[in-house]
């Protein structure tokens, strides 16, 4: 995206909203195993341009190469086991292996720069490990972070047209010459023109939070809603969407119609064709002749004088104007024609995973392929959590290993993590060595009015009686 480019710039956030569209790939794969007592091992293969200092650090893993870029479907066995090479013009990879003590301990692996004044993406590991005495439960997540907050997507958007209608009504003018009346113009950008992005802008929030853009489908048919209200027909007439290039050629023709109504020359005569061509042409929604359209040129020119005169350089500009479109699209989204960025992420989770967003491999492997770009607004959350028995303590106090069925150990977990009283009594029984406390626990509950339903759910998936057998004689 040319973001130098005032008119260019504002398109190309249009085609964002309008027609998503990208080519090329980058790709970012790890494997993790945890283990029971929490240590971890990792592999990653990744960009070099996107692996923090840190982490192409070779003290930091047991193994490290450097790889070519080898497509999803071509990938086979692991990471570790990819050939020994040396850094060159080919081997734009990084990969690396290791084990380390604790989650904590891993290094950071992936850093998205952001825009000065902002903070980078990154991924943030979030892990927990607790002992519920008969099982223990591993929950980890790793977010992919974005940096986008509603309050602040409307903020910088309200900066974002404040800085750029009057530079858009300057190059217009600059463009165009005294010939031609840019008011009615300026003031549709102002108004109708305004609302529109400002709807559109929050639609495309809103569908963010429910994971409903691109790649996903649903954006289309939501976007297509919003700019029906303005005028933009983006379906046929028996009701479908009109697929990318239809889309933009009829972005071009409503732009051309408004260009008509709102465009005047002061003289009173019709806009010439080839001025609405010519500004199509600048914004890039229709393409230009094959030779080369020395009026485009000039246009070009123009708009980097205009640019140059209201903010000192081209590069004061773009420290302007990429932080107020990051802050509204994300890290990722804004990068409008970008090479999209693919993660693929492994994970093997010690006992039976009950609960993850990802796609389970088997018992207890799992996996994540995703987008960079879904991280928008608040971040891609990979999340596994795994339950797995604790045998020993089972042994010990119960005489056998009675909780070991997913369904039985997440009644367990879910009782404990429920109620503070029955994991309380869950913990004496483990100190004192003996069930009594959580029988004790259960008759108080009894004798004050309350509910023994957490309890006796304990109780059942432990294998015990509903009763506390008397002692011996």
Same mark, same amino acid.
């Given at each position: 995206m040319?973001?130098?480019?005032?008119?260019?710039?504002?398109?190309?956030?249009?085609?964002?909203?309008?027609?998503?569209?990208?080519?090329?790939?980058?790709?970012?794969?790890?494997?993790?195993?945890?283990?029971?007592?929490?240590?971890?091992?990792?592999?990653?293969?990744q960009?070099?341009?996107?692996?923090?200092?840190?982490?192409?650090?070779p003290?930091?893993?047991?193994g490290?190469?450097?790889?070519?870029?080898?497509?999803?479907?071509?990938?086979?066995?692991t990471?570790?086991?990819?050939?020994?090479?040396?850094?060159?013009?080919?081997?734009a990879?990084?990969?690396?292996?290791?084990?380390?003590?604790?989650?904590?301990?891993?290094?950071?692996?992936?850093?998205?720069?952001?825009?000065?004044?902002?903070?980078?993406?990154?991924?943030?590991v979030?892990?927990?490990?607790?002992?519920?005495?008969?099982?223990?439960?591993?929950?980890?997540?790793?977010?992919l972070?974005?940096?986008?907050?509603?309050?602040?997507?409307?903020?910088?958007?309200r900066?974002?047209?404040?800085?750029?209608?009057?530079?858009?009504?300057?190059?217009?003018?600059?463009?165009?010459?005294?010939?031609?009346?840019?008011?009615?113009?300026?003031?549709?950008?102002?108004?109708?023109?305004?609302?529109?992005?400002?709807?559109?802008?929050?639609?495309?929030?809103?569908?963010?939070?429910?994971?409903?853009?691109?790649?996903? =489908?649903?954006?289309k @048919?939501?976007? !297509?809603?919003?700019?029906a *209200?303005?005028? &933009? %027909?983006? #379906? +046929?007439?028996?009701?479908?969407?009109?697929?990318?290039?239809?889309? =933009?050629?009829?972005? @071009?023709?409503? !732009?051309?119609?408004?260009? *008509?109504?709102? &465009? %005047?020359? #002061? +003289?009173?005569?019709?806009?010439?064709?080839?001025?609405?061509?010519?500004?199509?042409?600048?914004?890039?929604?229709?393409?230009?002749?094959?030779?080369?359209?020395?009026r485009?040129?000039r246009?070009?020119?123009?708009?980097?004088?205009?640019?140059?005169?209201?903010?000192?350089?081209?590069?004061?500009?773009?420290?302007?104007?990429t932080?107020?479109?990051?802050?509204?699209?994300?890290?990722?989204?804004?990068?409008?024609?970008?090479?999209?960025?693919?993660?693929?992420?492994?994970m093997?989770?010690?006992?039976?995973?009950?609960?993850?967003?990802?796609?389970?491999?088997?018992?207890n492997?799992?996996?994540?392929?995703?987008e960079?770009?879904?991280?928008?607004?608040?971040?891609?959350?990979?999340?596994?959590?795994?339950?797995a028995?604790?045998?020993?303590?089972?042994?010990?106090?119960?005489?056998?290993?009675?909780?070991?069925?997913?369904?039985?150990?997440l009644?367990?977990?879910?009782a404990?993590?429920?109620?503070?009283?029955?994991?309380?009594?869950?913990r004496?029984?483990?100190?004192?060595k003996t069930?009594?406390?959580?029988?004790?626990?259960?008759?108080?509950?009894?004798?004050e009015?309350?509910?023994?339903?957490?309890?006796?759910?304990?109780?059942?998936?432990?294998g015990?009686?509903?009763?506390?057998?008397?002692?011996?004689?």
């Amino acid at each position: 995206m040319r973001l130098l480019n005032t008119p260019r710039m504002l398109c190309a956030v249009a085609t964002l909203l309008l027609v998503v569209s990208g080519c090329g790939q980058q790709l970012y794969r790890a494997e993790t195993k945890l283990f029971a007592d929490g240590q971890v091992r990792r592999a990653i293969y990744q960009p070099i341009e996107d692996t923090p200092l840190e982490a192409l650090a070779p003290a930091a893993w047991t193994g490290v190469t450097y790889a070519v870029e080898i497509a999803p479907d071509a990938w086979h066995g692991t990471i570790d086991q990819l050939p020994s090479a040396q850094r060159d013009k080919d081997t734009a990879y990084f990969a690396a292996w290791g084990q380390f003590a604790s989650p904590a301990k891993l290094p950071s692996t992936y850093v998205k720069l952001a825009p000065r004044g902002l903070p980078n993406g990154k991924l943030v590991v979030d892990y927990r490990q607790t002992d519920h005495v008969f099982v223990t439960e591993y929950d980890w997540r790793e977010t992919l972070t974005d940096i986008v907050t509603l309050d602040d997507m409307h903020r910088s958007r309200r900066q974002f047209l404040e800085v750029v209608i009057p530079v858009v009504r300057k190059c217009l003018e600059t463009a165009l010459g005294p010939e031609y009346d840019v008011e009615n113009l300026v003031a549709w950008f102002d108004t109708t023109g305004s609302d529109w992005f400002v709807e559109l802008t929050d639609a495309f929030f809103e569908a963010g939070t429910r994971d409903q853009l691109p790649p996903n =489908r649903e954006w289309k @048919a939501t976007m !297509a809603d919003v700019c029906a *209200r303005y005028g &933009l %027909k983006l #379906r +046929d007439t028996s009701g479908r969407l009109l697929d990318d290039d239809q889309a =933009r050629q009829q972005l @071009a023709e409503f !732009a051309a119609g408004i260009l *008509r109504q709102q &465009l %005047k020359r #002061r +003289d009173g005569a019709p806009i010439p064709q080839s001025v609405v061509d010519d500004l199509l042409e600048w914004v890039n929604l229709i393409d230009p002749p094959q030779s080369k359209n020395p009026r485009l040129a000039r246009l070009d020119g123009l708009a980097q004088q205009v640019v140059a005169e209201q903010f000192g350089s081209q590069q004061n500009f773009a420290d302007v104007i990429t932080p107020l479109g990051t802050r509204m699209l994300g890290l990722y989204r804004v990068e409008i024609l970008g090479p999209p960025r693919r993660f693929h992420y492994e994970m093997e989770m010690p006992g039976a995973i009950v609960e993850t967003n990802g796609l389970l491999l088997g018992e207890n492997r799992l996996e994540w392929s995703f987008e960079a770009v879904q991280a928008y607004p608040f971040g891609y959350a990979m999340h596994g959590r795994a339950l797995a028995p604790s045998s020993a303590s089972q042994r010990e106090l119960l005489g056998g290993e009675p909780l070991s069925s997913r369904a039985d150990m997440l009644a367990f977990v879910a009782a404990v993590n429920s109620d503070f009283m029955v994991a309380e009594a869950v913990r004496n029984s483990a100190k004192r060595k003996t069930m009594s406390p959580l029988y004790e626990a259960r008759e108080r509950t009894v004798s004050e009015g309350g509910n023994t339903r957490l309890f006796d759910t304990v109780l059942r998936v432990l294998g015990l009686p509903a009763q506390e057998a008397p002692p011996a004689k």
